[in-house]
């Protein structure tokens, strides 16, 4: 099948979603939590496509077991108003691998589980820490937490030296910790759509967020297609460069914009050397951060543009649908 208009091919499109923007710190290659599908949530890390990258296409992650060898909780009590307890993750392997990591959320009582949270992808060697999901501070209560990790070959990891479970008591709301960003203009003057130059969005249904992709995974943001171009991508919106980085499971080279309106904004598959920003930068919207590309795997150049409440890296679950946001703006596109 061909898609004229699409500016992606079907196939990296694919690889784009198995594995999009995930690393050690970063939360976005997890377990999809409302997927009840067992494939999604037992592949391992997916390999990069090879070939046109530019030669800087990563090693897949060894398919070796891995060991849970550290899991730790900064607090047993989150009172009102504080921040988010952190859980610590590591795990280990005789050789550098990846896991994917979920943390399970019970009742205390029963087991019931009431909320997953996915880690992401972690890779072996690296000590990970995230926040509690801010969806516990509106539930007060006694909870049991749980760390399922599987890792490359598929298989759950086992635990050395760390517990089965923590206890985590939620003592009343935290009445701001849960609140999510909307980012919808209603103006124009304080939002600019993310790619300068030929572009398309809106036609291709395989480009869309949520779009299915390989192994029954989701695709988690929008694709604006460049043709065979890569264009200049802009800040969307005033707020900080949280990261910059190149994630060696499909995303390439990814930057990060925490807004000011409080949600996270992820270019990915930028073209290699054309970054012009650094972590903790201000950038003010329309301003100019880099070119979108086609680094991370075998695509054409398109912008893979993702939105998430702030923090990115604890948010791949709560992703929300740039294209109503997209739409709104004036853009270049052509379909
Ligand atoms: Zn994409």
Redesign the pocket.
């Known amino acids: 099948m061909t898609l004229p208009l699409a500016g992606v091919r079907p196939s990296a ?1 694919h690889a ?2 198995r594995t ?1 923007a995930s690393t050690a710190t970063d939360g976005s290659g997890g377990l999809r939590t409302g997927s009840t599908t067992p494939d999604a949530a037992t592949s391992p890390p997916a390999p990069p496509a090879s070939g046109s990258a530019g030669g800087t296409a990563p090693e897949a992650p060894a398919r070796v077991p891995a060991t849970i060898t550290r899991f730790a909780l900064t607090a047993r009590t989150w009172k009102k108003g504080a921040a988010a307890p952190q859980v610590q993750v590591r795990i280990d392997a005789r050789r550098a691998t990846a896991a994917r990591v979920q943390l399970r959320i019970e009742d205390r009582a029963t087991h019931k589980l009431l909320f997953r949270q996915s880690f992401g992808t972690v890779r072996s060697g690296v000590d990970v820490a995230r926040h509690v999901t801010a969806r516990l501070a509106a539930k007060p209560g006694s909870y049991r937490l749980r760390l399922v990790v599987k890792d490359a070959t598929g298989q759950r990891a086992r635990r050395k030296g760390v517990p089965v479970a923590w206890g985590l008591r939620v003592t009343t709301p935290a009445e701001t910790a849960a609140t999510v960003p909307t980012a919808t203009p209603t103006a124009t003057g304080s939002y600019v759509f993310p790619v300068q130059g030929r572009c398309n969005f809106r036609s291709v249904q395989a480009q869309r967020f949520h779009a299915g992709r390989s192994g029954g995974r989701l ?1 988690n ?1 929008q ?1 604006i297609g460049t043709y065979d171009g890569f264009p200049p991508v802009v800040a969307v919106t005033a707020g900080t460069i949280s990261r910059v980085w190149y994630d060696d499971f499909g995303g390439g080279w990814t930057l990060v914009i925490d807004g000011d309106d409080r949600m996270a904004y992820g270019y ?1 598959h930028l073209k290699a050397g054309s970054i012009l920003v650094k972590a903790g930068q201000r950038v003010t919207p329309g301003q100019r951060v880099a070119n979108a590309g086609n680094t991370g795997g075998d695509y054409e150049p398109h912008l ?1 543009f993702e939105m998430r409440p702030i923090p990115w890296d604890a948010n791949r679950d709560r992703a929300v649908d740039p294209l109503p946001f997209l739409s709104k703006l004036p853009n270049p596109c052509d379909g």
Do not use: M, S
């Open positions: 499109a784009d979603e999009p695709h943001g694709d990915l893979h």
